[in-house]
């Protein structure tokens, strides 16, 4: 039925099985309101107007709908309590809480209305789903009875009571207003709860537990923080973060967040009695600015929140991670952790925090002489500035191979040169060392070959350069060792001595002289290479090559196999034939 401003009088109570469709100015009076059954529809005439709808005592309507599609709305409020028994639909127009108490004990519609919330209270009694195409934003909800919510989001600028039963429906409530605080009281299980309003206060009772099985989102702004607190100060109340997290901007107080995963807030400031939470900006280090390699320095770190104020909160057993130093040889940076075990930097230590101060654990030990720049990481917290330590070398205790010998035709200098460097025991160069002799001889030989060269050398800036070695026999694992007075010796690693060579004892020669082909084959014991000249057909393959330096006593030996001693001379390095024999045309030896 639709009165179209016509007013309606009667006597009697009025049973209502449909709709009673009223533009909201008719006279409408009777004894009692039918609460059970039918819906109430205001209209509005097309002027835009405050229109107040009907009050019928203490339970007003069963549906009440406010549906203006006019070009001229109307806005419908209460003068004074209003209780829906049934459903209430906001299909178009505007509809102001009353002041006073506002009870929905069914379904709460939003499809294109606008619901001024004012400073009122809704309160949800019966069994309601809250659905519809719009958002409906409220101030106070008091849920008594079983409140579903919306599929994507209800907002909510002041208290959220819940007594009874909320169904999140899998959807967001998110608290807005920074003009006043909203306070959270009895324990709700959210889907997902928001709040990105800068200057917001939150304040949960003391003693509930929220959980939040969805994602958990408050976005405060730079100096301008989300405030979460406790309805009695020192008296916890606690959260389960269940799913991801987004939370910066915060200042916290008396949270205990009871799931396993830490709550990381960035930017965030810690008024204390915090569990669980993570509201670290950054650490500062302190400790020794110097330290002798290998010696402890027993570091004190601190945790600063984004207020720039220790975060207190910042207790108990935290898995840091340090770096900063580097390694050397075998040696790598440790710290220890709680129980004094010392842990490689770049692996989680795990360190005592009191008041977001630690002082045990921590204890760093350096070996590489550097100037190190040392930091610590928890999570996205990490060192604002790093602790430079200058590390010095230990004293001098051992010989170091810094160049290997490498493989090498016999006779020939061993290149690249060789080099002994004097370290401490971790393997830093001494490098104010320019006086200790470093002596060079062969530790293991495969063969019967002989180092010569310039064996000893005197060390320059903490290192002993070996350029000219050479060894005279071929063979294959040759090492050498380095030595010093008072310093650990050095063994390089194996290397070879490469070539072949014929030990003229073995040789089966003519006892006057030697073939062609015998004589480029026979080998004194020397590390000179002989240079082979022939003045006919026969052209040698290569250099001939002596065990050892050649001396005017060898020439005595060459009268068994080439003629007679008298016949050679050494001149200037080079061993000529002076005799008649046909061999003086063939060969010229040099040295």
């Not at 107040?52 to 004074?80: P, R």
């Amino acid at each position: 039925m639709y009165l179209n401003g016509r007013s309606i009088t009667t006597t009697t109570s009025f049973v209502n099985d449909g709709t009673l469709r009223l533009q909201g100015i008719e006279t409408v009076s009777w004894t009692v309101n039918d609460t059970d059954s039918g819906a109430w529809e205001y209209a509005g005439r097309n002027i835009a107007e405050a229109i107040t709808i009907k009050d019928f005592g203490a339970t007003d309507y069963f549906n009440l709908v406010i549906n203006d599609t006019n070009t001229n709305k109307a806005i419908f409020s209460s003068a004074s309590a209003l209780d829906v028994n049934g459903a209430l639909t906001l299909s178009s127009g505007t509809f102001t809480a009353p002041t006073g108490s506002f009870t929905v004990s069914g379904n709460w519609v939003n499809n294109g209305g606008t619901f001024n919330a004012g400073t009122g209270t809704v309160t949800f009694d019966g069994t309601t789903i809250i659905s519809g195409s719009s958002i409906t934003t409220f101030n106070n909800i008091t849920i008594t009875g079983t409140l579903t919510g919306h599929v994507t989001n209800i907002n909510v600028s002041g208290n959220w009571t819940n007594n009874g039963t909320f169904v999140n429906n899998s959807g967001t409530v998110t608290f807005i207003d920074n003009n006043q605080t909203s306070v959270i009281s009895g324990s709700t299980t959210f889907f997902n709860f928001t709040s990105t309003t800068a200057g917001k206060q939150i304040t949960f009772t003391a003693g509930t537990t929220q959980t939040i099985a969805g994602t958990l989102t408050l976005t405060g702004a730079s100096g301008n923080l989300i405030i979460l607190r406790s309805s009695v100060s020192a008296s916890q109340w606690s959260i389960n973060a269940q799913g991801s997290k987004s939370v910066s901007f915060v200042d916290v107080k008396d949270s205990n967040n009871i799931n396993a995963s830490e709550i990381a807030a960035a930017d965030s400031k810690d008024s204390g009695n915090n569990t669980n939470w993570n509201l670290v900006d950054h650490f500062t280090i302190t400790g020794t600015s110097g330290q002798t390699a290998g010696t402890s320095n027993q570091l004190t770190i601190t945790a600063i929140d984004g207020a720039g104020g220790i975060s207190v909160s910042f207790t108990g057993d935290k898995a840091l991670i340090f770096s900063g130093g580097n390694s050397i040889g075998s040696f790598t940076p440790t710290a220890t952790d709680k129980n004094g075990a010392a842990i490689d930097f770049g692996t989680a230590t795990t360190v005592t925090f009191t008041n977001g101060v630690a002082t045990a654990g921590g204890s760093m030990v350096l070996y590489k002489a550097e100037t190190a720049a040392i930091t610590v990481s928890y999570g996205a917290s990490s060192t604002a500035a790093a602790l430079s330590v200058t590390v010095s070398r230990d004293a001098a205790d051992k010989l170091l191979f810094i160049q290997q010998p490498s493989d090498t035709l016999f006779g020939s200098t061993i290149v690249p040169a060789i080099t002994i460097q004097i370290s401490d025991q971790f393997g830093n160069a001494v490098v104010s060392d320019n006086a200790t002799n470093v002596s060079m001889a062969i530790g293991t030989s495969p063969g019967i070959g002989e180092l010569s060269g310039t064996a000893v050398n005197t060390a320059s800036a903490g290192t002993a350069t070996f350029s000219n070695l050479r060894i005279s026999f071929p063979g294959a694992g040759y090492t050498l060792t380095a030595s010093s007075i008072g310093l650990t010796s050095a063994i390089s690693g194996a290397f070879n001595i490469t070539g072949s060579a014929l030990d003229p004892a073995a040789a089966a020669l003519a006892d006057s002289q030697l073939s062609t082909a015998d004589f480029l084959r026979l080998l004194l014991p020397d590390a000179t290479q002989l240079g082979l000249y022939q003045a006919s057909s026969f052209v040698p393959a290569g250099p001939v090559y002596l065990y050892r330096p050649l001396t005017s006593a060898d020439i005595s030996a060459f009268d068994r196999f080439i003629l007679r001693a008298s016949d050679y001379r050494l001149f200037n390095g080079v061993l000529d034939y002076t005799g008649s024999e046909d061999l003086a045309e063939f060969f010229r030896l040099f040295i």
